[in-house]
């Protein structure tokens, strides 16, 4: 299990996509000053959730949102243990963006991977009885139906808000 370091780079750079376009480690930070939003890019292994989980929580406690970590840390684990399901070929591209939303009363969280066969749909159809799908559910519980996916030339990003 690697240890997870945060570093704050200024010189990081968001690509079009979303996601960081500088170099590939676990739990590095590039882009905006945690004020307002932070993006994380990291290692496909089932041992970035909890470290992004922490990564969040950080975030939420820097803003004030402390209360709705709860809600939001569900919502990541979902979102980016799916992600990391379906990370596969030579360099799998998984990122993860916090940003506070405009009123300030709550947060946005973005998972952005390379994967753009598995798409996930809002009304599987499965309910709490089926196999898989659950997990979503509770995202869209947690979210107030406020989540969604944005599909791009290289990937696309799982969204959702908690706020107050």
Not at 53 to 58: A, F, N, P
Not at 134 to 142: E, F, I, K, S
Request: glycine share 12%.
């Amino acid at each position: 299990m690697t240890k997870t370091t945060a570093k704050y780079a200024k010189e990081g750079t968001v690509a079009e996509h979303g996601m960081p376009s500088a170099p590939k480690g676990m739990g590095r930070v590039f882009g905006p000053a945690p004020a307002e939003a932070v993006t994380y890019r990291w290692d496909p292994f089932p041992s970035s959730v909890p470290a992004a989980r922490r990564q969040l929580r950080e975030a939420l406690r820097g803003w004030g949102l402390a209360d709705l970590a709860d809600d939001c840390v569900l919502v990541l684990t979902e979102l980016l243990s799916n992600a990391l399901a379906h990370a596969h070929g030579p360099d799998p591209v998984v990122s993860t963006r916090f940003s506070r939303l405009a009123d300030g009363c709550g947060v946005r969280i973005e998972v952005h991977d390379s994967d753009t066969a598995h798409v996930p749909v809002r009304d599987s159809g499965g309910g709490a009885d089926a196999e898989r799908g659950r997990g979503l559910l509770l995202v869209d519980a947690c979210t107030a139906r406020r989540w969604g996916t944005v599909l791009g030339a290289t990937g696309k990003a799982v969204w959702g808000e908690v706020a107050r």
